[in-house]
């Protein structure tokens, strides 16, 4: 069935400041396990930025991110674009 999925806290990834100083860049593809309670248990990489330092921070911000309660647990696929803005 059908379940409705509400994000009660959403945290951008912390840009590391070596990443910054290097010029890092990259889309990352998470999926991510949320249980019935809004807790995200699980994250798994499903496409890596290809830089390891970006990778982490995207995975300590999913795990840090909180949804309404559901009926059941259930798997959510998220997106982060690490992108320097550069003028």
């Given at each position: 069935?059908?379940?409705?999925?509400?994000?009660?806290?959403?945290?951008?990834?912390?840009y590391p400041k070596l990443a910054i100083k290097r010029?890092?860049?990259?889309?990352?593809?998470?999926?991510?396990?949320?249980l019935k309670n809004g807790i995200v248990k699980e994250v798994f990489i499903r496409k890596s930025t290809g830089y390891d330092i970006l990778d982490k921070a995207g995975v300590r911000a999913a795990f840090e991110?909180?949804?309404?309660?559901?009926?059941?647990?259930?798997n959510l696929n998220i997106e982060y674009t690490l992108k320097l803005n550069r003028r």
């Amino acid at each position: 069935g059908y379940q409705k999925i509400t994000c009660l806290k959403y945290l951008e990834p912390k840009y590391p400041k070596l990443a910054i100083k290097r010029g890092y860049e990259g889309i990352l593809i998470l999926e991510i396990l949320i249980l019935k309670n809004g807790i995200v248990k699980e994250v798994f990489i499903r496409k890596s930025t290809g830089y390891d330092i970006l990778d982490k921070a995207g995975v300590r911000a999913a795990f840090e991110s909180k949804f309404y309660p559901l009926t059941k647990e259930t798997n959510l696929n998220i997106e982060y674009t690490l992108k320097l803005n550069r003028r």
